[in-house]
């Protein structure tokens, strides 16, 4: 099954590798993984979909995902969005090749799943289309029947429906530290 | 205002300011700006033999205080010895800030003289890494870095700091605080779950401490020894956790797993409802997990979420710091007492029969012999001579195994091993940062003669220190753990196992100016380690040790540990 990690995290050199580098040294294959900064510019939101088997043991393996992407200093806040309420969207660019003849026809199609021609040639078109990634699929299988086609595919985002409440830590006073702890642990 | 600083000075203000007093390092080309500063300092810099075993010598510091320990290498090669004592370090939960030099940083990524990606390398092999190439960073990443390794479960952090950085001069202005929103930290507990945990140690009829490493982390033993006294359960300590509560303790029975004791085997697998506290269920200790603690209601106390529920889902979860929450509990436990306690009287005292019956059954057995020195008399010997108080470091195999099973520690931080990396090499440079942080202390440095031999340069520290370590070689011309498992279940086919050559302790000793010798007779064993110990300085003493014996208990990869293999079937001759 897949699972949908949405992660807020700080916008610094780095973060994504450790989000990246955790995923493979865990034994986690990712699907797809989308990353853009946020409306805070020192903040990026990451939308991650991971490969999970089903069943309980897929069960403990999410929840033990989010607990060590959590643990990453830079990440204030990972979510399992994989059975909550969120919008979730792809977007797809696909090259198709046609002949004269089935210009119109693949115009219509595309109408149906309401893409849209982004560029148009002699050989053919540029189409845009974002869905849920079942959608997609489908739009794709409907393409390849024109002809030959190229895809590039963005990897899901999400949203939450429901706004979860972020909790950070708050600062430490360094004098206080050091004073406190005098160089030993607590 | 205050006058322009240099960077690598303003590295040397901030460690002044996190009370550190020594480092241990090697310098190289882009750390000579930082050398040169420390050229000045009043915090002492060691200078060890290999990275790695800066690294494992910072560990030893870290393991025998608390303090985190620091240590230092230049760019590249330097850098990327660290890397076993960062992941050492991290598997363990050991606090150490590693400083690394980096090239300048406009050679960032130009293949340049000793350039490594040192901040990609070590991102998995820390619990954080900073890479600095902007010097108004730098005391908010060291100080960050600090706290990072020192707070929550504790952990190796990198800074890798580039060449202009420490060359580069600014006005420096110590930080006074420290916003980390994404680093968070539990320590108090749930209080109701801590209500429930009290109830249900309560109505056990079969209760069973499993403590590890967290217990020392927290500084918690006596809170833990409070607890299992007023529970009057029976508790074992793992590997990690060994000194948590006093090896001389009534209710301590011992280390569990792979190489425990019978008893805590047996106890963990009958108990009712296991206490775990600062523990992360080991494959080492649980043996298959589908047979580990089968009738067991399980408690878990870790300050890492992600460790709870990660292999044995507990009935009831505590994230806190180990300390704090056993203090709760025990308070808890206290208050419900009147009506509580004596619920099981009968049932506890029967479970307490079963334990001392089991301990009566199997015992760890003293193996002595009248011609040869058995390893299990040897340790005997060092634990008649620490009397639970000595510093014992250990490498990793059967020697360290013995060690467990046979010295006694009555206090947290005196045994100190690589326990989740198992990195050999580790005792000989341990001990070295375990005694310049205790130099009151005795320093057993055990080691086998595999990873003595991973650790030779670092004689040369030890010399010049006049360190007064002892370095105990268990000698059985083997890799003794490897060589068991062959004999166990390789037929015997003895695969690059065996040791040839190793060299003469007293030449060797000689050549760095101690003394060293070596002891074949169970005659002379006592004699010869009472004189490494009245020794003022180091002494290496080679103790030649019965090749083919065996580490028992022993629970078989992929066994339940209720299925120990006890004792030698038949002695297997070469």
Redesign the interface.
């Known amino acids: 099954m897949l699972q949908l990690i949405s992660i807020l995290m700080e916008n610094k050199p780095g973060a994504l590798m450790r989000v990246t580098g955790l995923l493979t040294a865990r034994g986690y294959n990712i699907e797809s993984l989308t990353v853009a900064r946020t409306v805070d510019p020192q903040l990026s939101r990451m939308s991650i979909v991971v490969d999970i088997e089903p069943g309980e043991a897929g069960d403990k393996q999410r929840m033990q995902l989010i607990k060590q992407i959590n643990k990453l200093i830079n990440v204030l806040q990972a979510s399992d969005l994989t059975e909550s309420p969120a919008v979730r969207r792809e977007l797809a660019l696909v090259r198709v090749r046609s002949t004269m003849q089935n210009r119109t026809a693949i115009l219509k199609e595309a109408e149906i799943f309401g893409a849209r021609a982004v560029d148009s040639s002699v050989e053919g078109f540029v189409l845009e289309a974002t869905g849920d990634s079942e959608k997609l699929d489908e739009f794709m299988d409907v393409m390849r029947s024109y002809g030959e086609i190229e895809v590039t595919r963005s990897g899901l985002v999400a949203v939450p429906l429901e706004a979860k409440k972020l909790k950070l830590a708050p600062p430490v006073s360094k004098e206080a530290e050091i004073e406190s702890t005098d160089g030993v642990l607590k | 205002m205050s006058s322009l600083t240099t960077g690598a000075k303003i590295v040397l203000e901030c460690l002044q300011?996190?009370?550190?007093e020594i480092i241990f390092g090697y310098p190289g080309g882009v750390t000579l700006p930082l050398y040169d500063a420390m050229y000045d300092s009043p915090i002492k810099h060691v200078l060890v033999r290999h990275e790695q075993n800066a690294a494992f010598a910072a560990q030893g510091y870290a393991r025998a205080?608390?303090?985190?320990g620091v240590c230092c290498a230049t760019s590249g090669p330097g850098a990327t010895n660290l890397v076993t004592g960062l992941v050492d370090a991290m598997m363990d939960s050991i606090?150490i800030v590693a400083l690394t030099g980096q090239v300048t940083s406009k050679l960032i990524g130009s293949d340049a003289f000793q350039e490594a990606d040192t901040?990609?390398i070590t991102?998995?092999a820390t619990?954080?890494?900073f890479?600095v190439k902007n010097l108004a960073e730098l005391p908010q990443a060291i100080?960050e870095a600090f706290?990072?390794a020192?707070?929550g479960r504790?952990g190796p952090v990198l800074v890798d700091i580039t060449k202009d950085v420490f060359q580069g001069q600014a006005h420096y202005a110590?930080?006074?605080?420290?916003?980390?929103?994404?680093?968070?930290?539990y320590t108090e507990g749930h209080a109701g779950q801590i209500r429930r945990a009290a109830q249900m140690i309560w109505e056990a009829k079969r209760p069973f401490v499993y403590a590890g490493g967290g217990i020392i982390?927290?500084?918690a033993s006596e809170e833990l020894r409070e607890f299992v006294e007023k529970i009057d359960a029976p508790a074992v300590c793992t590997l990690m956790g060994l000194g948590g509560l006093p090896g001389t303790h009534p209710n301590f029975i011992s280390m569990p797993g792979m190489h425990g004791s019978y008893a805590a085997n047996m106890g963990m697998t009958e108990t009712d409802v296991l206490i775990a506290l600062g523990v992360r269920f080991d494959d080492r200790v649980t043996g298959r997990l589908a047979a580990f603690a089968p009738h067991a209601k399980v408690i878990h106390v870790d300050i890492?979420?992600?460790e709870i529920?990660?292999i044995r889902?507990p009935e009831i979860p505590i994230v806190g710091?180990v300390?704090r929450v056993l203090k709760k509990l025990t308070a808890a436990l206290e208050e419900t007492a009147g009506e509580m306690k004596g619920k099981n009287a009968t049932s506890r005292a029967a479970w307490w029969g079963q334990i001392k019956e089991w301990q009566r059954e199997h015992p760890f057995v003293v193996e002595t012999s009248t011609d040869e020195i058995k390893p299990q008399h040897l340790m005997a010997e060092i634990d008649r001579l620490s009397g639970g108080e000595a510093i014992v470091t250990s490498d990793v195999g059967q020697h360290q195994m013995w060690g467990a099973q046979f010295i006694r520690f009555n206090h947290p931080r005196l045994w100190i091993n690589s326990g989740g990396l198992g990195s050999m090499g580790f005792g000989l440079p341990s001990a070295i940062g375990a005694q310049f942080a205790r130099p009151d202390k005795l320093v057993f440095a055990i080691v086998g003669d595999g990873g003595f031999q991973m650790s030779i340069p670092e004689l040369a520290t030890i010399a010049n220190h006049a360190l007064p370590v002892k370095i105990i070689v268990m000698n059985n011309g083997y890799l003794g753990m490897v060589r068991q498992w062959q004999e166990l279940f390789y037929n015997n086919r003895l695969s690059s196992v065996q040791l040839d050559g190793f060299p003469d302790p007293e030449k060797l000793a000689g050549a760095y100016g101690f003394k060293g010798r070596t002891v074949e007779s169970p005659r002379e064993l006592r004699s010869a380690l009472e004189d490494a110990v009245r020794e003022p300085g180091p002494y290496l003493l080679n103790v030649k040790v019965t090749p083919f014996e065996n580490v028992y208990p022993m629970v078989p990869a992929g066994g339940a540990i209720n299925e120990m293999v006890l004792g030698a079937v038949q002695p297997v001759e070469a």
């Not at chain 2, 300011?17 to 550190?20: I, L, P, S, T």
């Not at chain 2, 205080?65 to 985190?68: A, E, L, Q, S, W």
């Not at chain 2, 110590?174 to 930290?185: E, F, Q």
């Open positions: 300011r996190e009370k550190v205080t608390g303090k985190v606090p901040f990609g991102r998995s619990k954080h890494n890479l100080h706290h990072i020192s707070t504790p110590p930080v006074s605080t420290i916003h980390l929103p994404g680093y968070k930290v982390a927290a500084d890492d979420p992600a529920g990660k889902t710091d300390k």
